[in-house]
């Protein structure tokens, strides 16, 4: 049991590391009253500029940052058309993804059948080799503890700062932030373009580390999971992590119990990171008083100083 | 789901766009047109039947035009593009997916004079022909590499759907591997889809942890190879060379070519002698092609890889050779025969031996 145990947990941790990203990202970007259904473009638009950056480079630093910025570029884009020009925002976010997909394609072009060397593990001496222990926690890459980190940062920010009050004012009430002198569009840019960088990390983390080469369209999907995970995560950043773990870890044991020689269909079991998402979901949202209270007021909704 | 409605939007205009602008040549070359399921840059199907648009090129030069329309869903849209392509002057139509079948039938009936080809369907008509490749000829090969290197005894082995194409395949596989080494197993694991490098990485990584050191794929991105090249265990390529992504690790691949047929069949159009049939080619037409082997297998495993490849080249082996019994233990092939056409195409047992269930 114990030679695949461990191999299985890292394996989780892979696949739940882009999901954390993308969909803490959007939780603050929600939390601010925005809806961005983007995530899935600005997931892959990140992972090639990461991976263009890295293989022409030669570093990791480097491919990271630019994986970031090319989620920021996009989320600008978003940004400027709901809330500089007031474009519907589901409109404007479907557009971003299927504005990704193909614009990834075209940058990607020169990449196709290219390599990357893949992350560093950041190492301790010694602790990294304490059996179980060392290798599920401490021999990652810089962006598994990077994604622990942002949860912790933001469920900070959100909860115990200033700015974060002022993220959940816009966020619930952007008339009675805006009278009472706050600059809702600029607030609510911040947190567009920070859903950005976490986005494009989360596609970095694909094509650098995940499996480090590019395909078209190899994010799969994934920042649709993300989106659903913030409403799963009733708009708070550690419950989002939970989700992006739990989506992870079954996706990882039904391909296990697979390889164990379980006769369940094998439809079922890729149905089933899905389905229990669903449960979940509907469990921790029958208490339709407390849903009410963690969904932004103003999530989704234009606002104009004029109004 | 939401994301296949937009993926499919967001094809729709893509299709449009390119079917909008190859409509406006109009010069006296003849063309040839052809449509793709993915994109030609998936470094395996599509990218392989593309390679073989090129290969026309080549070989006729100021003769011929060719076009191409990529990532075109299966279905409705299929049927535009398809109409496009044929409106627009094109004489002979490759469509390369198994979905195109009906959206091709269709429009041969509506356009009697262009010709069409359709790959791994099995409707034809006056203007439609058929054509597709024998991979478990490859498997074969692969097979028989695999029993003799894997450690183990274990090969593991990334599937998308429990088609009858991929059961042959792993059939083909267990089969030769089981020829020459009696102790070997097979794992399988379904992803349910031909394309998510992820998913994919982590199928061969549960494979790798229960023990597979040779890592298989019918599935079409490089994720599986890539991954075998990182856990330091053996794997085999998919439709093009993937040496690339696992140079240590590949190794061979079983490679699609349709570069000849695509030629041929435009010659023959070319000539006036093109006639609807049904090709289904293996090492022999050249359709299937193994890449070159890694150096690290023994001489003696390559000179057997190598003889079985020519004697399923000169018809002396068969990859389904009886007798051949199912997991029942009912014989499905007869001692002194083999299986027939029909019984590959439709193929839906695991030989005896394989310790797992198709999924129903």
């Not at chain 1, 995530?39 to 090639?48: D, P, R, S, Y």
């Not at chain 1, 009472?180 to 094509?207: D, E, P, Q, T, W």
């Not at chain 1, 989106?227 to 079954?250: D, N």
């Not at chain 2, 034809?124 to 090969?141: I, P, W």
């Amino acid at each position: 049991m114990g030679d695949w145990l461990v191999p299985a947990l890292l394996m989780i941790i892979t696949a739940s590391t882009p999901l954390v990203f993308a969909a803490v990202g959007e939780v603050v970007v929600e939390k601010s009253g925005v809806l961005n259904l983007g995530v899935e473009g600005m997931m892959i638009v990140g992972a090639i500029s990461a991976f263009a950056v890295g293989v022409t480079t030669g570093s990791a630093t480097l491919a990271i940052l630019s994986g970031a910025i090319g989620g920021v570029a996009m989320a600008l884009i978003f940004g400027f058309l709901t809330l500089n020009l007031l474009a519907n925002q589901v409109a404007a976010g479907l557009a971003l993804t299927i504005f990704g997909l193909g614009f990834s394609a075209l940058l990607g072009h020169g990449f196709v059948g290219k390599t990357f060397p893949g992350l560093p593990k950041l190492e301790i001496p010694w602790i990294s080799e304490i059996p179980f222990i060392g290798p599920l926690l401490f021999s990652h890459d810089v962006l598994v503890y990077g994604s622990v980190i942002v949860v912790v940062s933001i469920t900070y920010v959100i909860n115990k700062t200033r700015f974060g009050l002022l993220i959940r004012a816009v966020g619930d009430n952007h008339d009675a932030a805006h009278l009472i002198g706050y600059s809702v569009n600029k607030i609510r840019m911040a947190c567009i373009l920070f859903g950005g960088a976490m986005a494009g990390l989360g596609g970095a983390y694909l094509s650098l580390a995940y499996t480090p080469f590019w395909a078209e369209g190899m994010t799969s999907g994934r920042g649709w999971i993300a989106l659903a995970l913030v409403v799963f995560a009733s708009w708070k950043a550690w419950r989002a992590f939970l989700g992006a773990y739990l989506f992870g870890g079954i996706t990882i044991i039904q391909l296990h119990t697979q390889g164990f020689g379980v006769d369940i269909a094998p439809e079922f079991l890729s149905m089933l990171p899905y389905l229990t998402t669903i449960v979940v979901l509907v469990l921790i949202s029958r208490d339709s008083s407390q849903a009410k209270l963690s969904a932004p007021a103003c999530l989704g909704k234009s606002f104009h100083a004029s109004d | 789901m939401i994301s296949k409605k937009i993926i499919l939007v967001a094809l729709m205009s893509a299709v449009l766009a390119v079917s909008a602008t190859s409509g406006q040549a109009a010069d006296k070359k003849t063309k040839v047109g052809f449509v793709y399921v993915g994109p030609i840059g998936d470094f395996g199907w599509s990218h392989q039947h593309n390679v073989g648009r090129l290969a026309i090129n080549n070989a006729f030069g100021d003769k011929i035009k060719t076009t191409y329309v990529e990532s075109v869903p299966e279905g409705a849209d299929a049927v535009r593009v398809i109409t496009k392509l044929a409106r627009s002057g094109h004489k002979l139509i490759f469509t390369t997916s198994f979905g195109y079948m009906n959206p091709t039938l269709k429009v041969a009936k509506r356009f009697p004079k262009v010709k069409f080809e359709h790959a791994t369907g099995f409707k034809r008509s006056k203007n439609l022909a058929t054509y597709s490749a024998r991979f478990y000829e490859g498997r074969h090969v692969v097979g028989l590499i695999a029993g003799k290197m894997t450690k183990s005894n274990v090969i593991g082995y990334v599937a998308s759907f429990p088609i009858p194409e991929v059961i042959r395949g792993i059939n083909a596989t267990f089969l030769a591997a089981r020829s020459v080494n009696p102790k070997v197993r097979i794992k399988i694991i379904w992803v349910s889809t031909w394309f998510d490098p992820g998913k994919e990485a982590d199928a061969a990584k549960a494979l790798i942890a229960q023990g597979a050191d040779i890592i298989m794929q019918h599935t079409d991105s490089p994720a599986p190879l890539q991954q075998a090249q990182k856990s330091k265990v053996w794997a085999v390529g998919q439709a093009s060379n993937m040496v690339a992504f696992g140079p240590k690790a590949q190794l061979t691949s079983i490679m699609d070519d349709w570069n000849a047929y695509y030629i041929q069949r435009t010659k023959a159009l070319l000539e006036g002698t093109w006639k609807s049939q049904n090709v289904w080619g293996g090492f022999k037409s050249g359709m299937v092609k193994m890449a070159p082997y890694n150096k690290a297998i023994p001489a003696n495993v390559v000179a057997m890889a190598e003889k079985a490849k020519e004697g399923i080249f000169n018809g002396t082996v068969h990859p389904f050779a009886g007798p051949i019994k199912d997991q029942k233990g009912k014989i499905r092939v007869p001692a002194g025969q083999n299986a027939d056409d029909g019984m590959l195409a439709t193929m839906n047992f695991y030989v005896e031996g394989i310790d797992a269930k198709i999924p129903k």
